[in-house]
Structures are given as C-alpha cells and as structure tokens.
C-alpha cells in the first residue's frame, strides 16, 4: 500500500492521523485499525508525516489566498512599499515550507495575509 492509500483508507474508516513534531498520532473508531493497517502506518510512517505536513502548508496558504480572493485586493493598486514587502514575505513563506517549519510558516501566512487586508 502507498501512503496515498493509507490515507485514503484511514480517511475512509474514521482515523484520524495527527502529526506533533517527529511523531504519528492516530484516534480510532474502536475495532477499525487492523493490525495489518498498523503495520503498513508504521512501516511508512515517515512518508506519511510528510504527507501531512503538505497538505497542513497547502491548506493553511489556500486558506488565506482565499481570504484575500474574498476581499478583492487589486494588487497594482497597492502602495508599492505594501507589493515589496509582500513579495519578500511570498519568498520566506517558500523559505519556511521548504524547511518545514510549521510555527515560522504560520506566522509568515497570517503576517502576510494581515498586510494585504489591511489596505
């Protein structure tokens, strides 16, 4: 099984994957999590936090693009001081993904969100 089907079956039966720090967590339904599943979340496990993260950076920026979408901010018409920053704030954003820091990623999205909705 490839982690995309881990996944897929975990999502399928209720369990629930939960990524802190190096760690896999997981909350079941009880009876679902067969031990053949167990074996196959271990033995990928790290392929699996990795598919977490990425879809935690993908969600976490989409949902921000789309509060900015929401608000309709005409880029051009932004003070060019506001298209600078936000231009290098896309960059640490990239930074902070590629390097997986969660906290540093976060802060830089609601950072970057917050400058443009402020108009």
Do not use: Y
């Not at 196959?40 to 935690?56: C, H, N, P, V, Y």
Request: some cysteine; hydrophobic content about 40%; aromatic content about 6%.
């Amino acid at each position: 099984m490839d982690v995309h089907e881990i996944l897929a079956k975990c999502e399928r039966l209720g369990i629930l994957l939960e990524v802190e720090g190096d760690r896999l967590h997981f909350t079941a339904p009880e009876g679902v999590m067969a031990p053949e599943l167990r074996t196959e979340i271990a033995r990928q496990r790290k392929k699996i936090i990795g598919s977490l993260i990425d879809r935690f950076f993908d969600s976490f920026l989409q949902s921000a693009m789309n509060e900015i979408k929401d608000a309709r901010i005409d880029f051009k018409s932004l003070p060019l001081q506001i298209r600078r920053d936000s231009l290098r704030l896309e960059e640490e954003l990239t930074e902070a993904a590629n390097q997986r820091d969660v906290e540093a990623f976060k802060g830089k999205v609601i950072r970057w969100r917050d400058m443009l909705l402020q108009k």
